[in-house]
């Protein structure tokens, strides 16, 4: 139980890191996309951390695993289309 | 006489609970990515519209921690009602309600600044997408606090046991999904 507890903790104490990182990286000129990108991966980050270890993910059935990774599959696929679709767009 | 029977929950009720609010995250992430994509179309078409840090990033930022803080304090409650412990559920239930509405209460000082400035959904489609966001977002913190009152009352009044706790978990998983929401509408509305 203690064990989990430090766990928690540990996983509360890299989510507030990212934030900072977050926060920080909104400071440096990464260009307009560039800066958006990496806002994502960093709460893409985030995402992923609470999803496998306050939302329990990691010790869930494979099907729930496939559930609750098909939403983010449609995310990345709709969200990539868009920021390529932009990327094309600003090429010509 | 009245007779109250403790209720057991079978291992595959247990399971069905779970995958259906799975479902349900799935669907509520793919509500969200659709204004994400939005988002990034608008932003694209009217760069001029939006610059980093034009919203209140500091306010955004405490709301981020209070909302981290409160997960921490759900996933103790779920642990509680794992171990069929009615008061320390309650009182951490309490704490992420109260955490909620910490949430709601500075996103109302940080939407009432921005409407003393004048700006209002109608003022540019920056300002479109980010109240439609954040309002929904709102909406979303807003049942999970009602929903959390309610648990905390019945856990308090001993409903949940060892045998039967799925209420408090499945609330534990809603409560994640609108912390998950935040991390993203966060750094892309307010920051970059």
């Known amino acids: 139980m203690s064990n989990k507890i430090a766990n928690k903790t540990a996983i509360f104490i890299m989510l507030l890191a990212i934030t900072a990182a977050q926060i920080g990286l909104s400071f440096v000129n990464l260009t307009p996309m560039g800066n958006i990108l990496a806002a994502l991966l960093l709460a893409a980050s985030e995402a992923i951390l609470v999803g496998l270890f306050f939302m329990g993910l990691n010790d869930e059935k ?25 990327l094309v767009f600003m090429k010509h | ?5 403790a209720k057991v929950e079978t291992e595959e009720r247990l399971e069905n609970v779970s995958f259906g609010m799975w479902l349900f995250i799935a ?66 239930l309490l704490v992420t309600a109260g955490c909620g509405l910490a949430f709601l209460a500075l996103k109302a000082v940080e939407y009432s600044g921005e409407i003393k400035e004048g700006l209002l959904p109608s003022t540019n489609l920056f300002y479109s ?21 309610i648990l905390a009352m019945r856990a308090r009044r001993g409903d949940f046991t060892k045998t039967y706790n ?17 991390f993203f509408l966060f750094p892309v509305l307010y920051l970059v």
Not at chain 2, 1 to 5: L, N, Q
Not at chain 2, 138 to 147: A, N, P, Q, T
Not at chain 2, 166 to 182: A, F, Q, R, T
């Open chain 1, 62 to 86: 494979r099907l729930i695993k496939i559930t609750a990774l098909f939403p983010f599959v449609l995310f990345c696929i709709m969200n990539g289309a868009v920021v390529m679709d932009i």
């Open chain 2, 1 to 5: 006489m009245e007779h109250t029977v």
């Open chain 2, 27 to 92: 669907s509520e992430i793919m509500f969200f990515t659709a204004f994400f994509a939005m988002y990034i179309i608008m932003r694209n078409a009217h760069p001029e519209l939006s610059h980093p840090h034009q919203l209140n990033w500091v306010i955004a930022g405490i709301n981020t921690f209070i909302l981290v803080i409160s997960s921490l304090f759900m996933t103790n409650a779920v642990n509680a009602s794992k171990e069929g412990n009615g008061s320390r559920t309650s009182n951490n």
């Open chain 2, 129 to 149: 997408c980010y109240y439609t966001m954040t309002g929904f977002h709102g909406l979303h913190i807003f049942i999970g606090v009602v929903v959390l009152l």
């Open chain 2, 166 to 182: 799925s209420p408090v978990e499945v609330c534990g998983l809603y409560w994640s999904l609108v912390e998950v929401v935040w």
